[in-house]
């Protein structure tokens, strides 16, 4: 059987980490974004100057976590944090990442990928993977 898979492109990824780090330059921010395939596979990555240097790895296991799991990295969080199996169980497993900032990529239904950006408050990562999304014209969820 043949398979056709439906994910970001490298392009995409760009104009997706482009834009995540314009919008934190105008807001004075410095950070990290990344952009993986379905697989958790690095598409794309670019840093501000002056982010510190843990922000880069944050960024790239926000995305796997995103793009592997098909959901928030903070989505995530909520579900691990419910039972204390399923949060123990977490430490044991590399790359995944429960801190607010991971988004995955949706087009027309389908995940495509994610998006993990760091070195911001929280809040500040999500908005500026959100507006990446949106000037890219995808969703982060189905």
Not at 21 to 37: E, F, M, R
Not at 47 to 56: G, K, L, W
Not at 110 to 139: N, P, T, W, Y
């Amino acid at each position: 059987m043949i398979t056709t898979k439906q994910e970001v492109s490298p392009e995409a990824g760009l104009q997706l980490v482009t834009f995540a780090l314009d919008h934190a330059k105008t807001q004075g921010w410095d950070i990290a974004v990344s952009v993986c395939d379905p697989a958790g596979n690095q598409v794309a990555f670019l840093r501000s100057e002056n982010v510190i240097s843990p922000a880069a790895d944050f960024a790239c296991d926000k995305a796997y976590t995103a793009a592997t799991l098909r959901k928030s990295t903070s989505d995530f969080f909520e579900r691990m944090s419910g039972t204390p199996s399923l949060a123990l169980g977490l430490s044991n497993r590399p790359r995944l990442m429960v801190w607010t900032g991971g988004l995955p990529l949706f087009h027309e239904g389908v995940c495509i990928g994610g998006i993990g950006v760091s070195g911001a408050q929280d809040f500040e990562d999500v908005e500026c993977a959100r507006v990446a999304i949106e000037k890219v014209g995808l969703a982060e969820s189905g």
